[in-house]
């Protein structure tokens, strides 16, 4: 059984910068692990991917502002997020993808608010 957990989530000021972590139990030779959030009243969103520890994806609100990497010997993908927006505010999920799993996995949630 596959477990994500995520922190790091909390309150800033705009332009602040937070860092998010998720730690798995797992670690897959083949693993896609990506950052979505949801901000209350929208879908949930894409915002980063970490493909097989080296190639990066992000989405065009994002690029340039968050950084996605991982610590492999911690199991855990970070997500520097700096020059924070008051649009950044949501709820951030991690999730674990790899063709070694029949599903996909989600972590709980951690909580970003981000004050004008």
């Known amino acids: 059984q596959v477990q994500l957990v995520e922190s790091g989530g909390g309150l800033v000021q705009a332009g602040g910068s937070l860092r998010l972590s998720c730690t798995s139990t797992?670690?897959?030779?083949?693993?896609?692990i990506s950052w979505y959030r949801q901000a209350p009243g929208k879908q949930r969103e894409f915002v980063a991917s970490l493909n097989n520890g080296i190639n990066t994806n992000y989405a065009d609100s994002v690029k340039g502002r968050f950084t996605i990497s991982r610590d492999n010997a911690k199991n855990t993908v970070t997500l520097q997020m700096n020059s924070l927006k008051p649009g950044d505010t949501a709820v951030y999920y991690c999730k674990l993808n790899s063709p070694f799993l029949s599903k996909d996995y989600w972590g709980q949630g951690t909580q970003v608010t981000v004050s004008s």
């Open positions: 797992n670690i897959f030779t083949i693993q896609t």
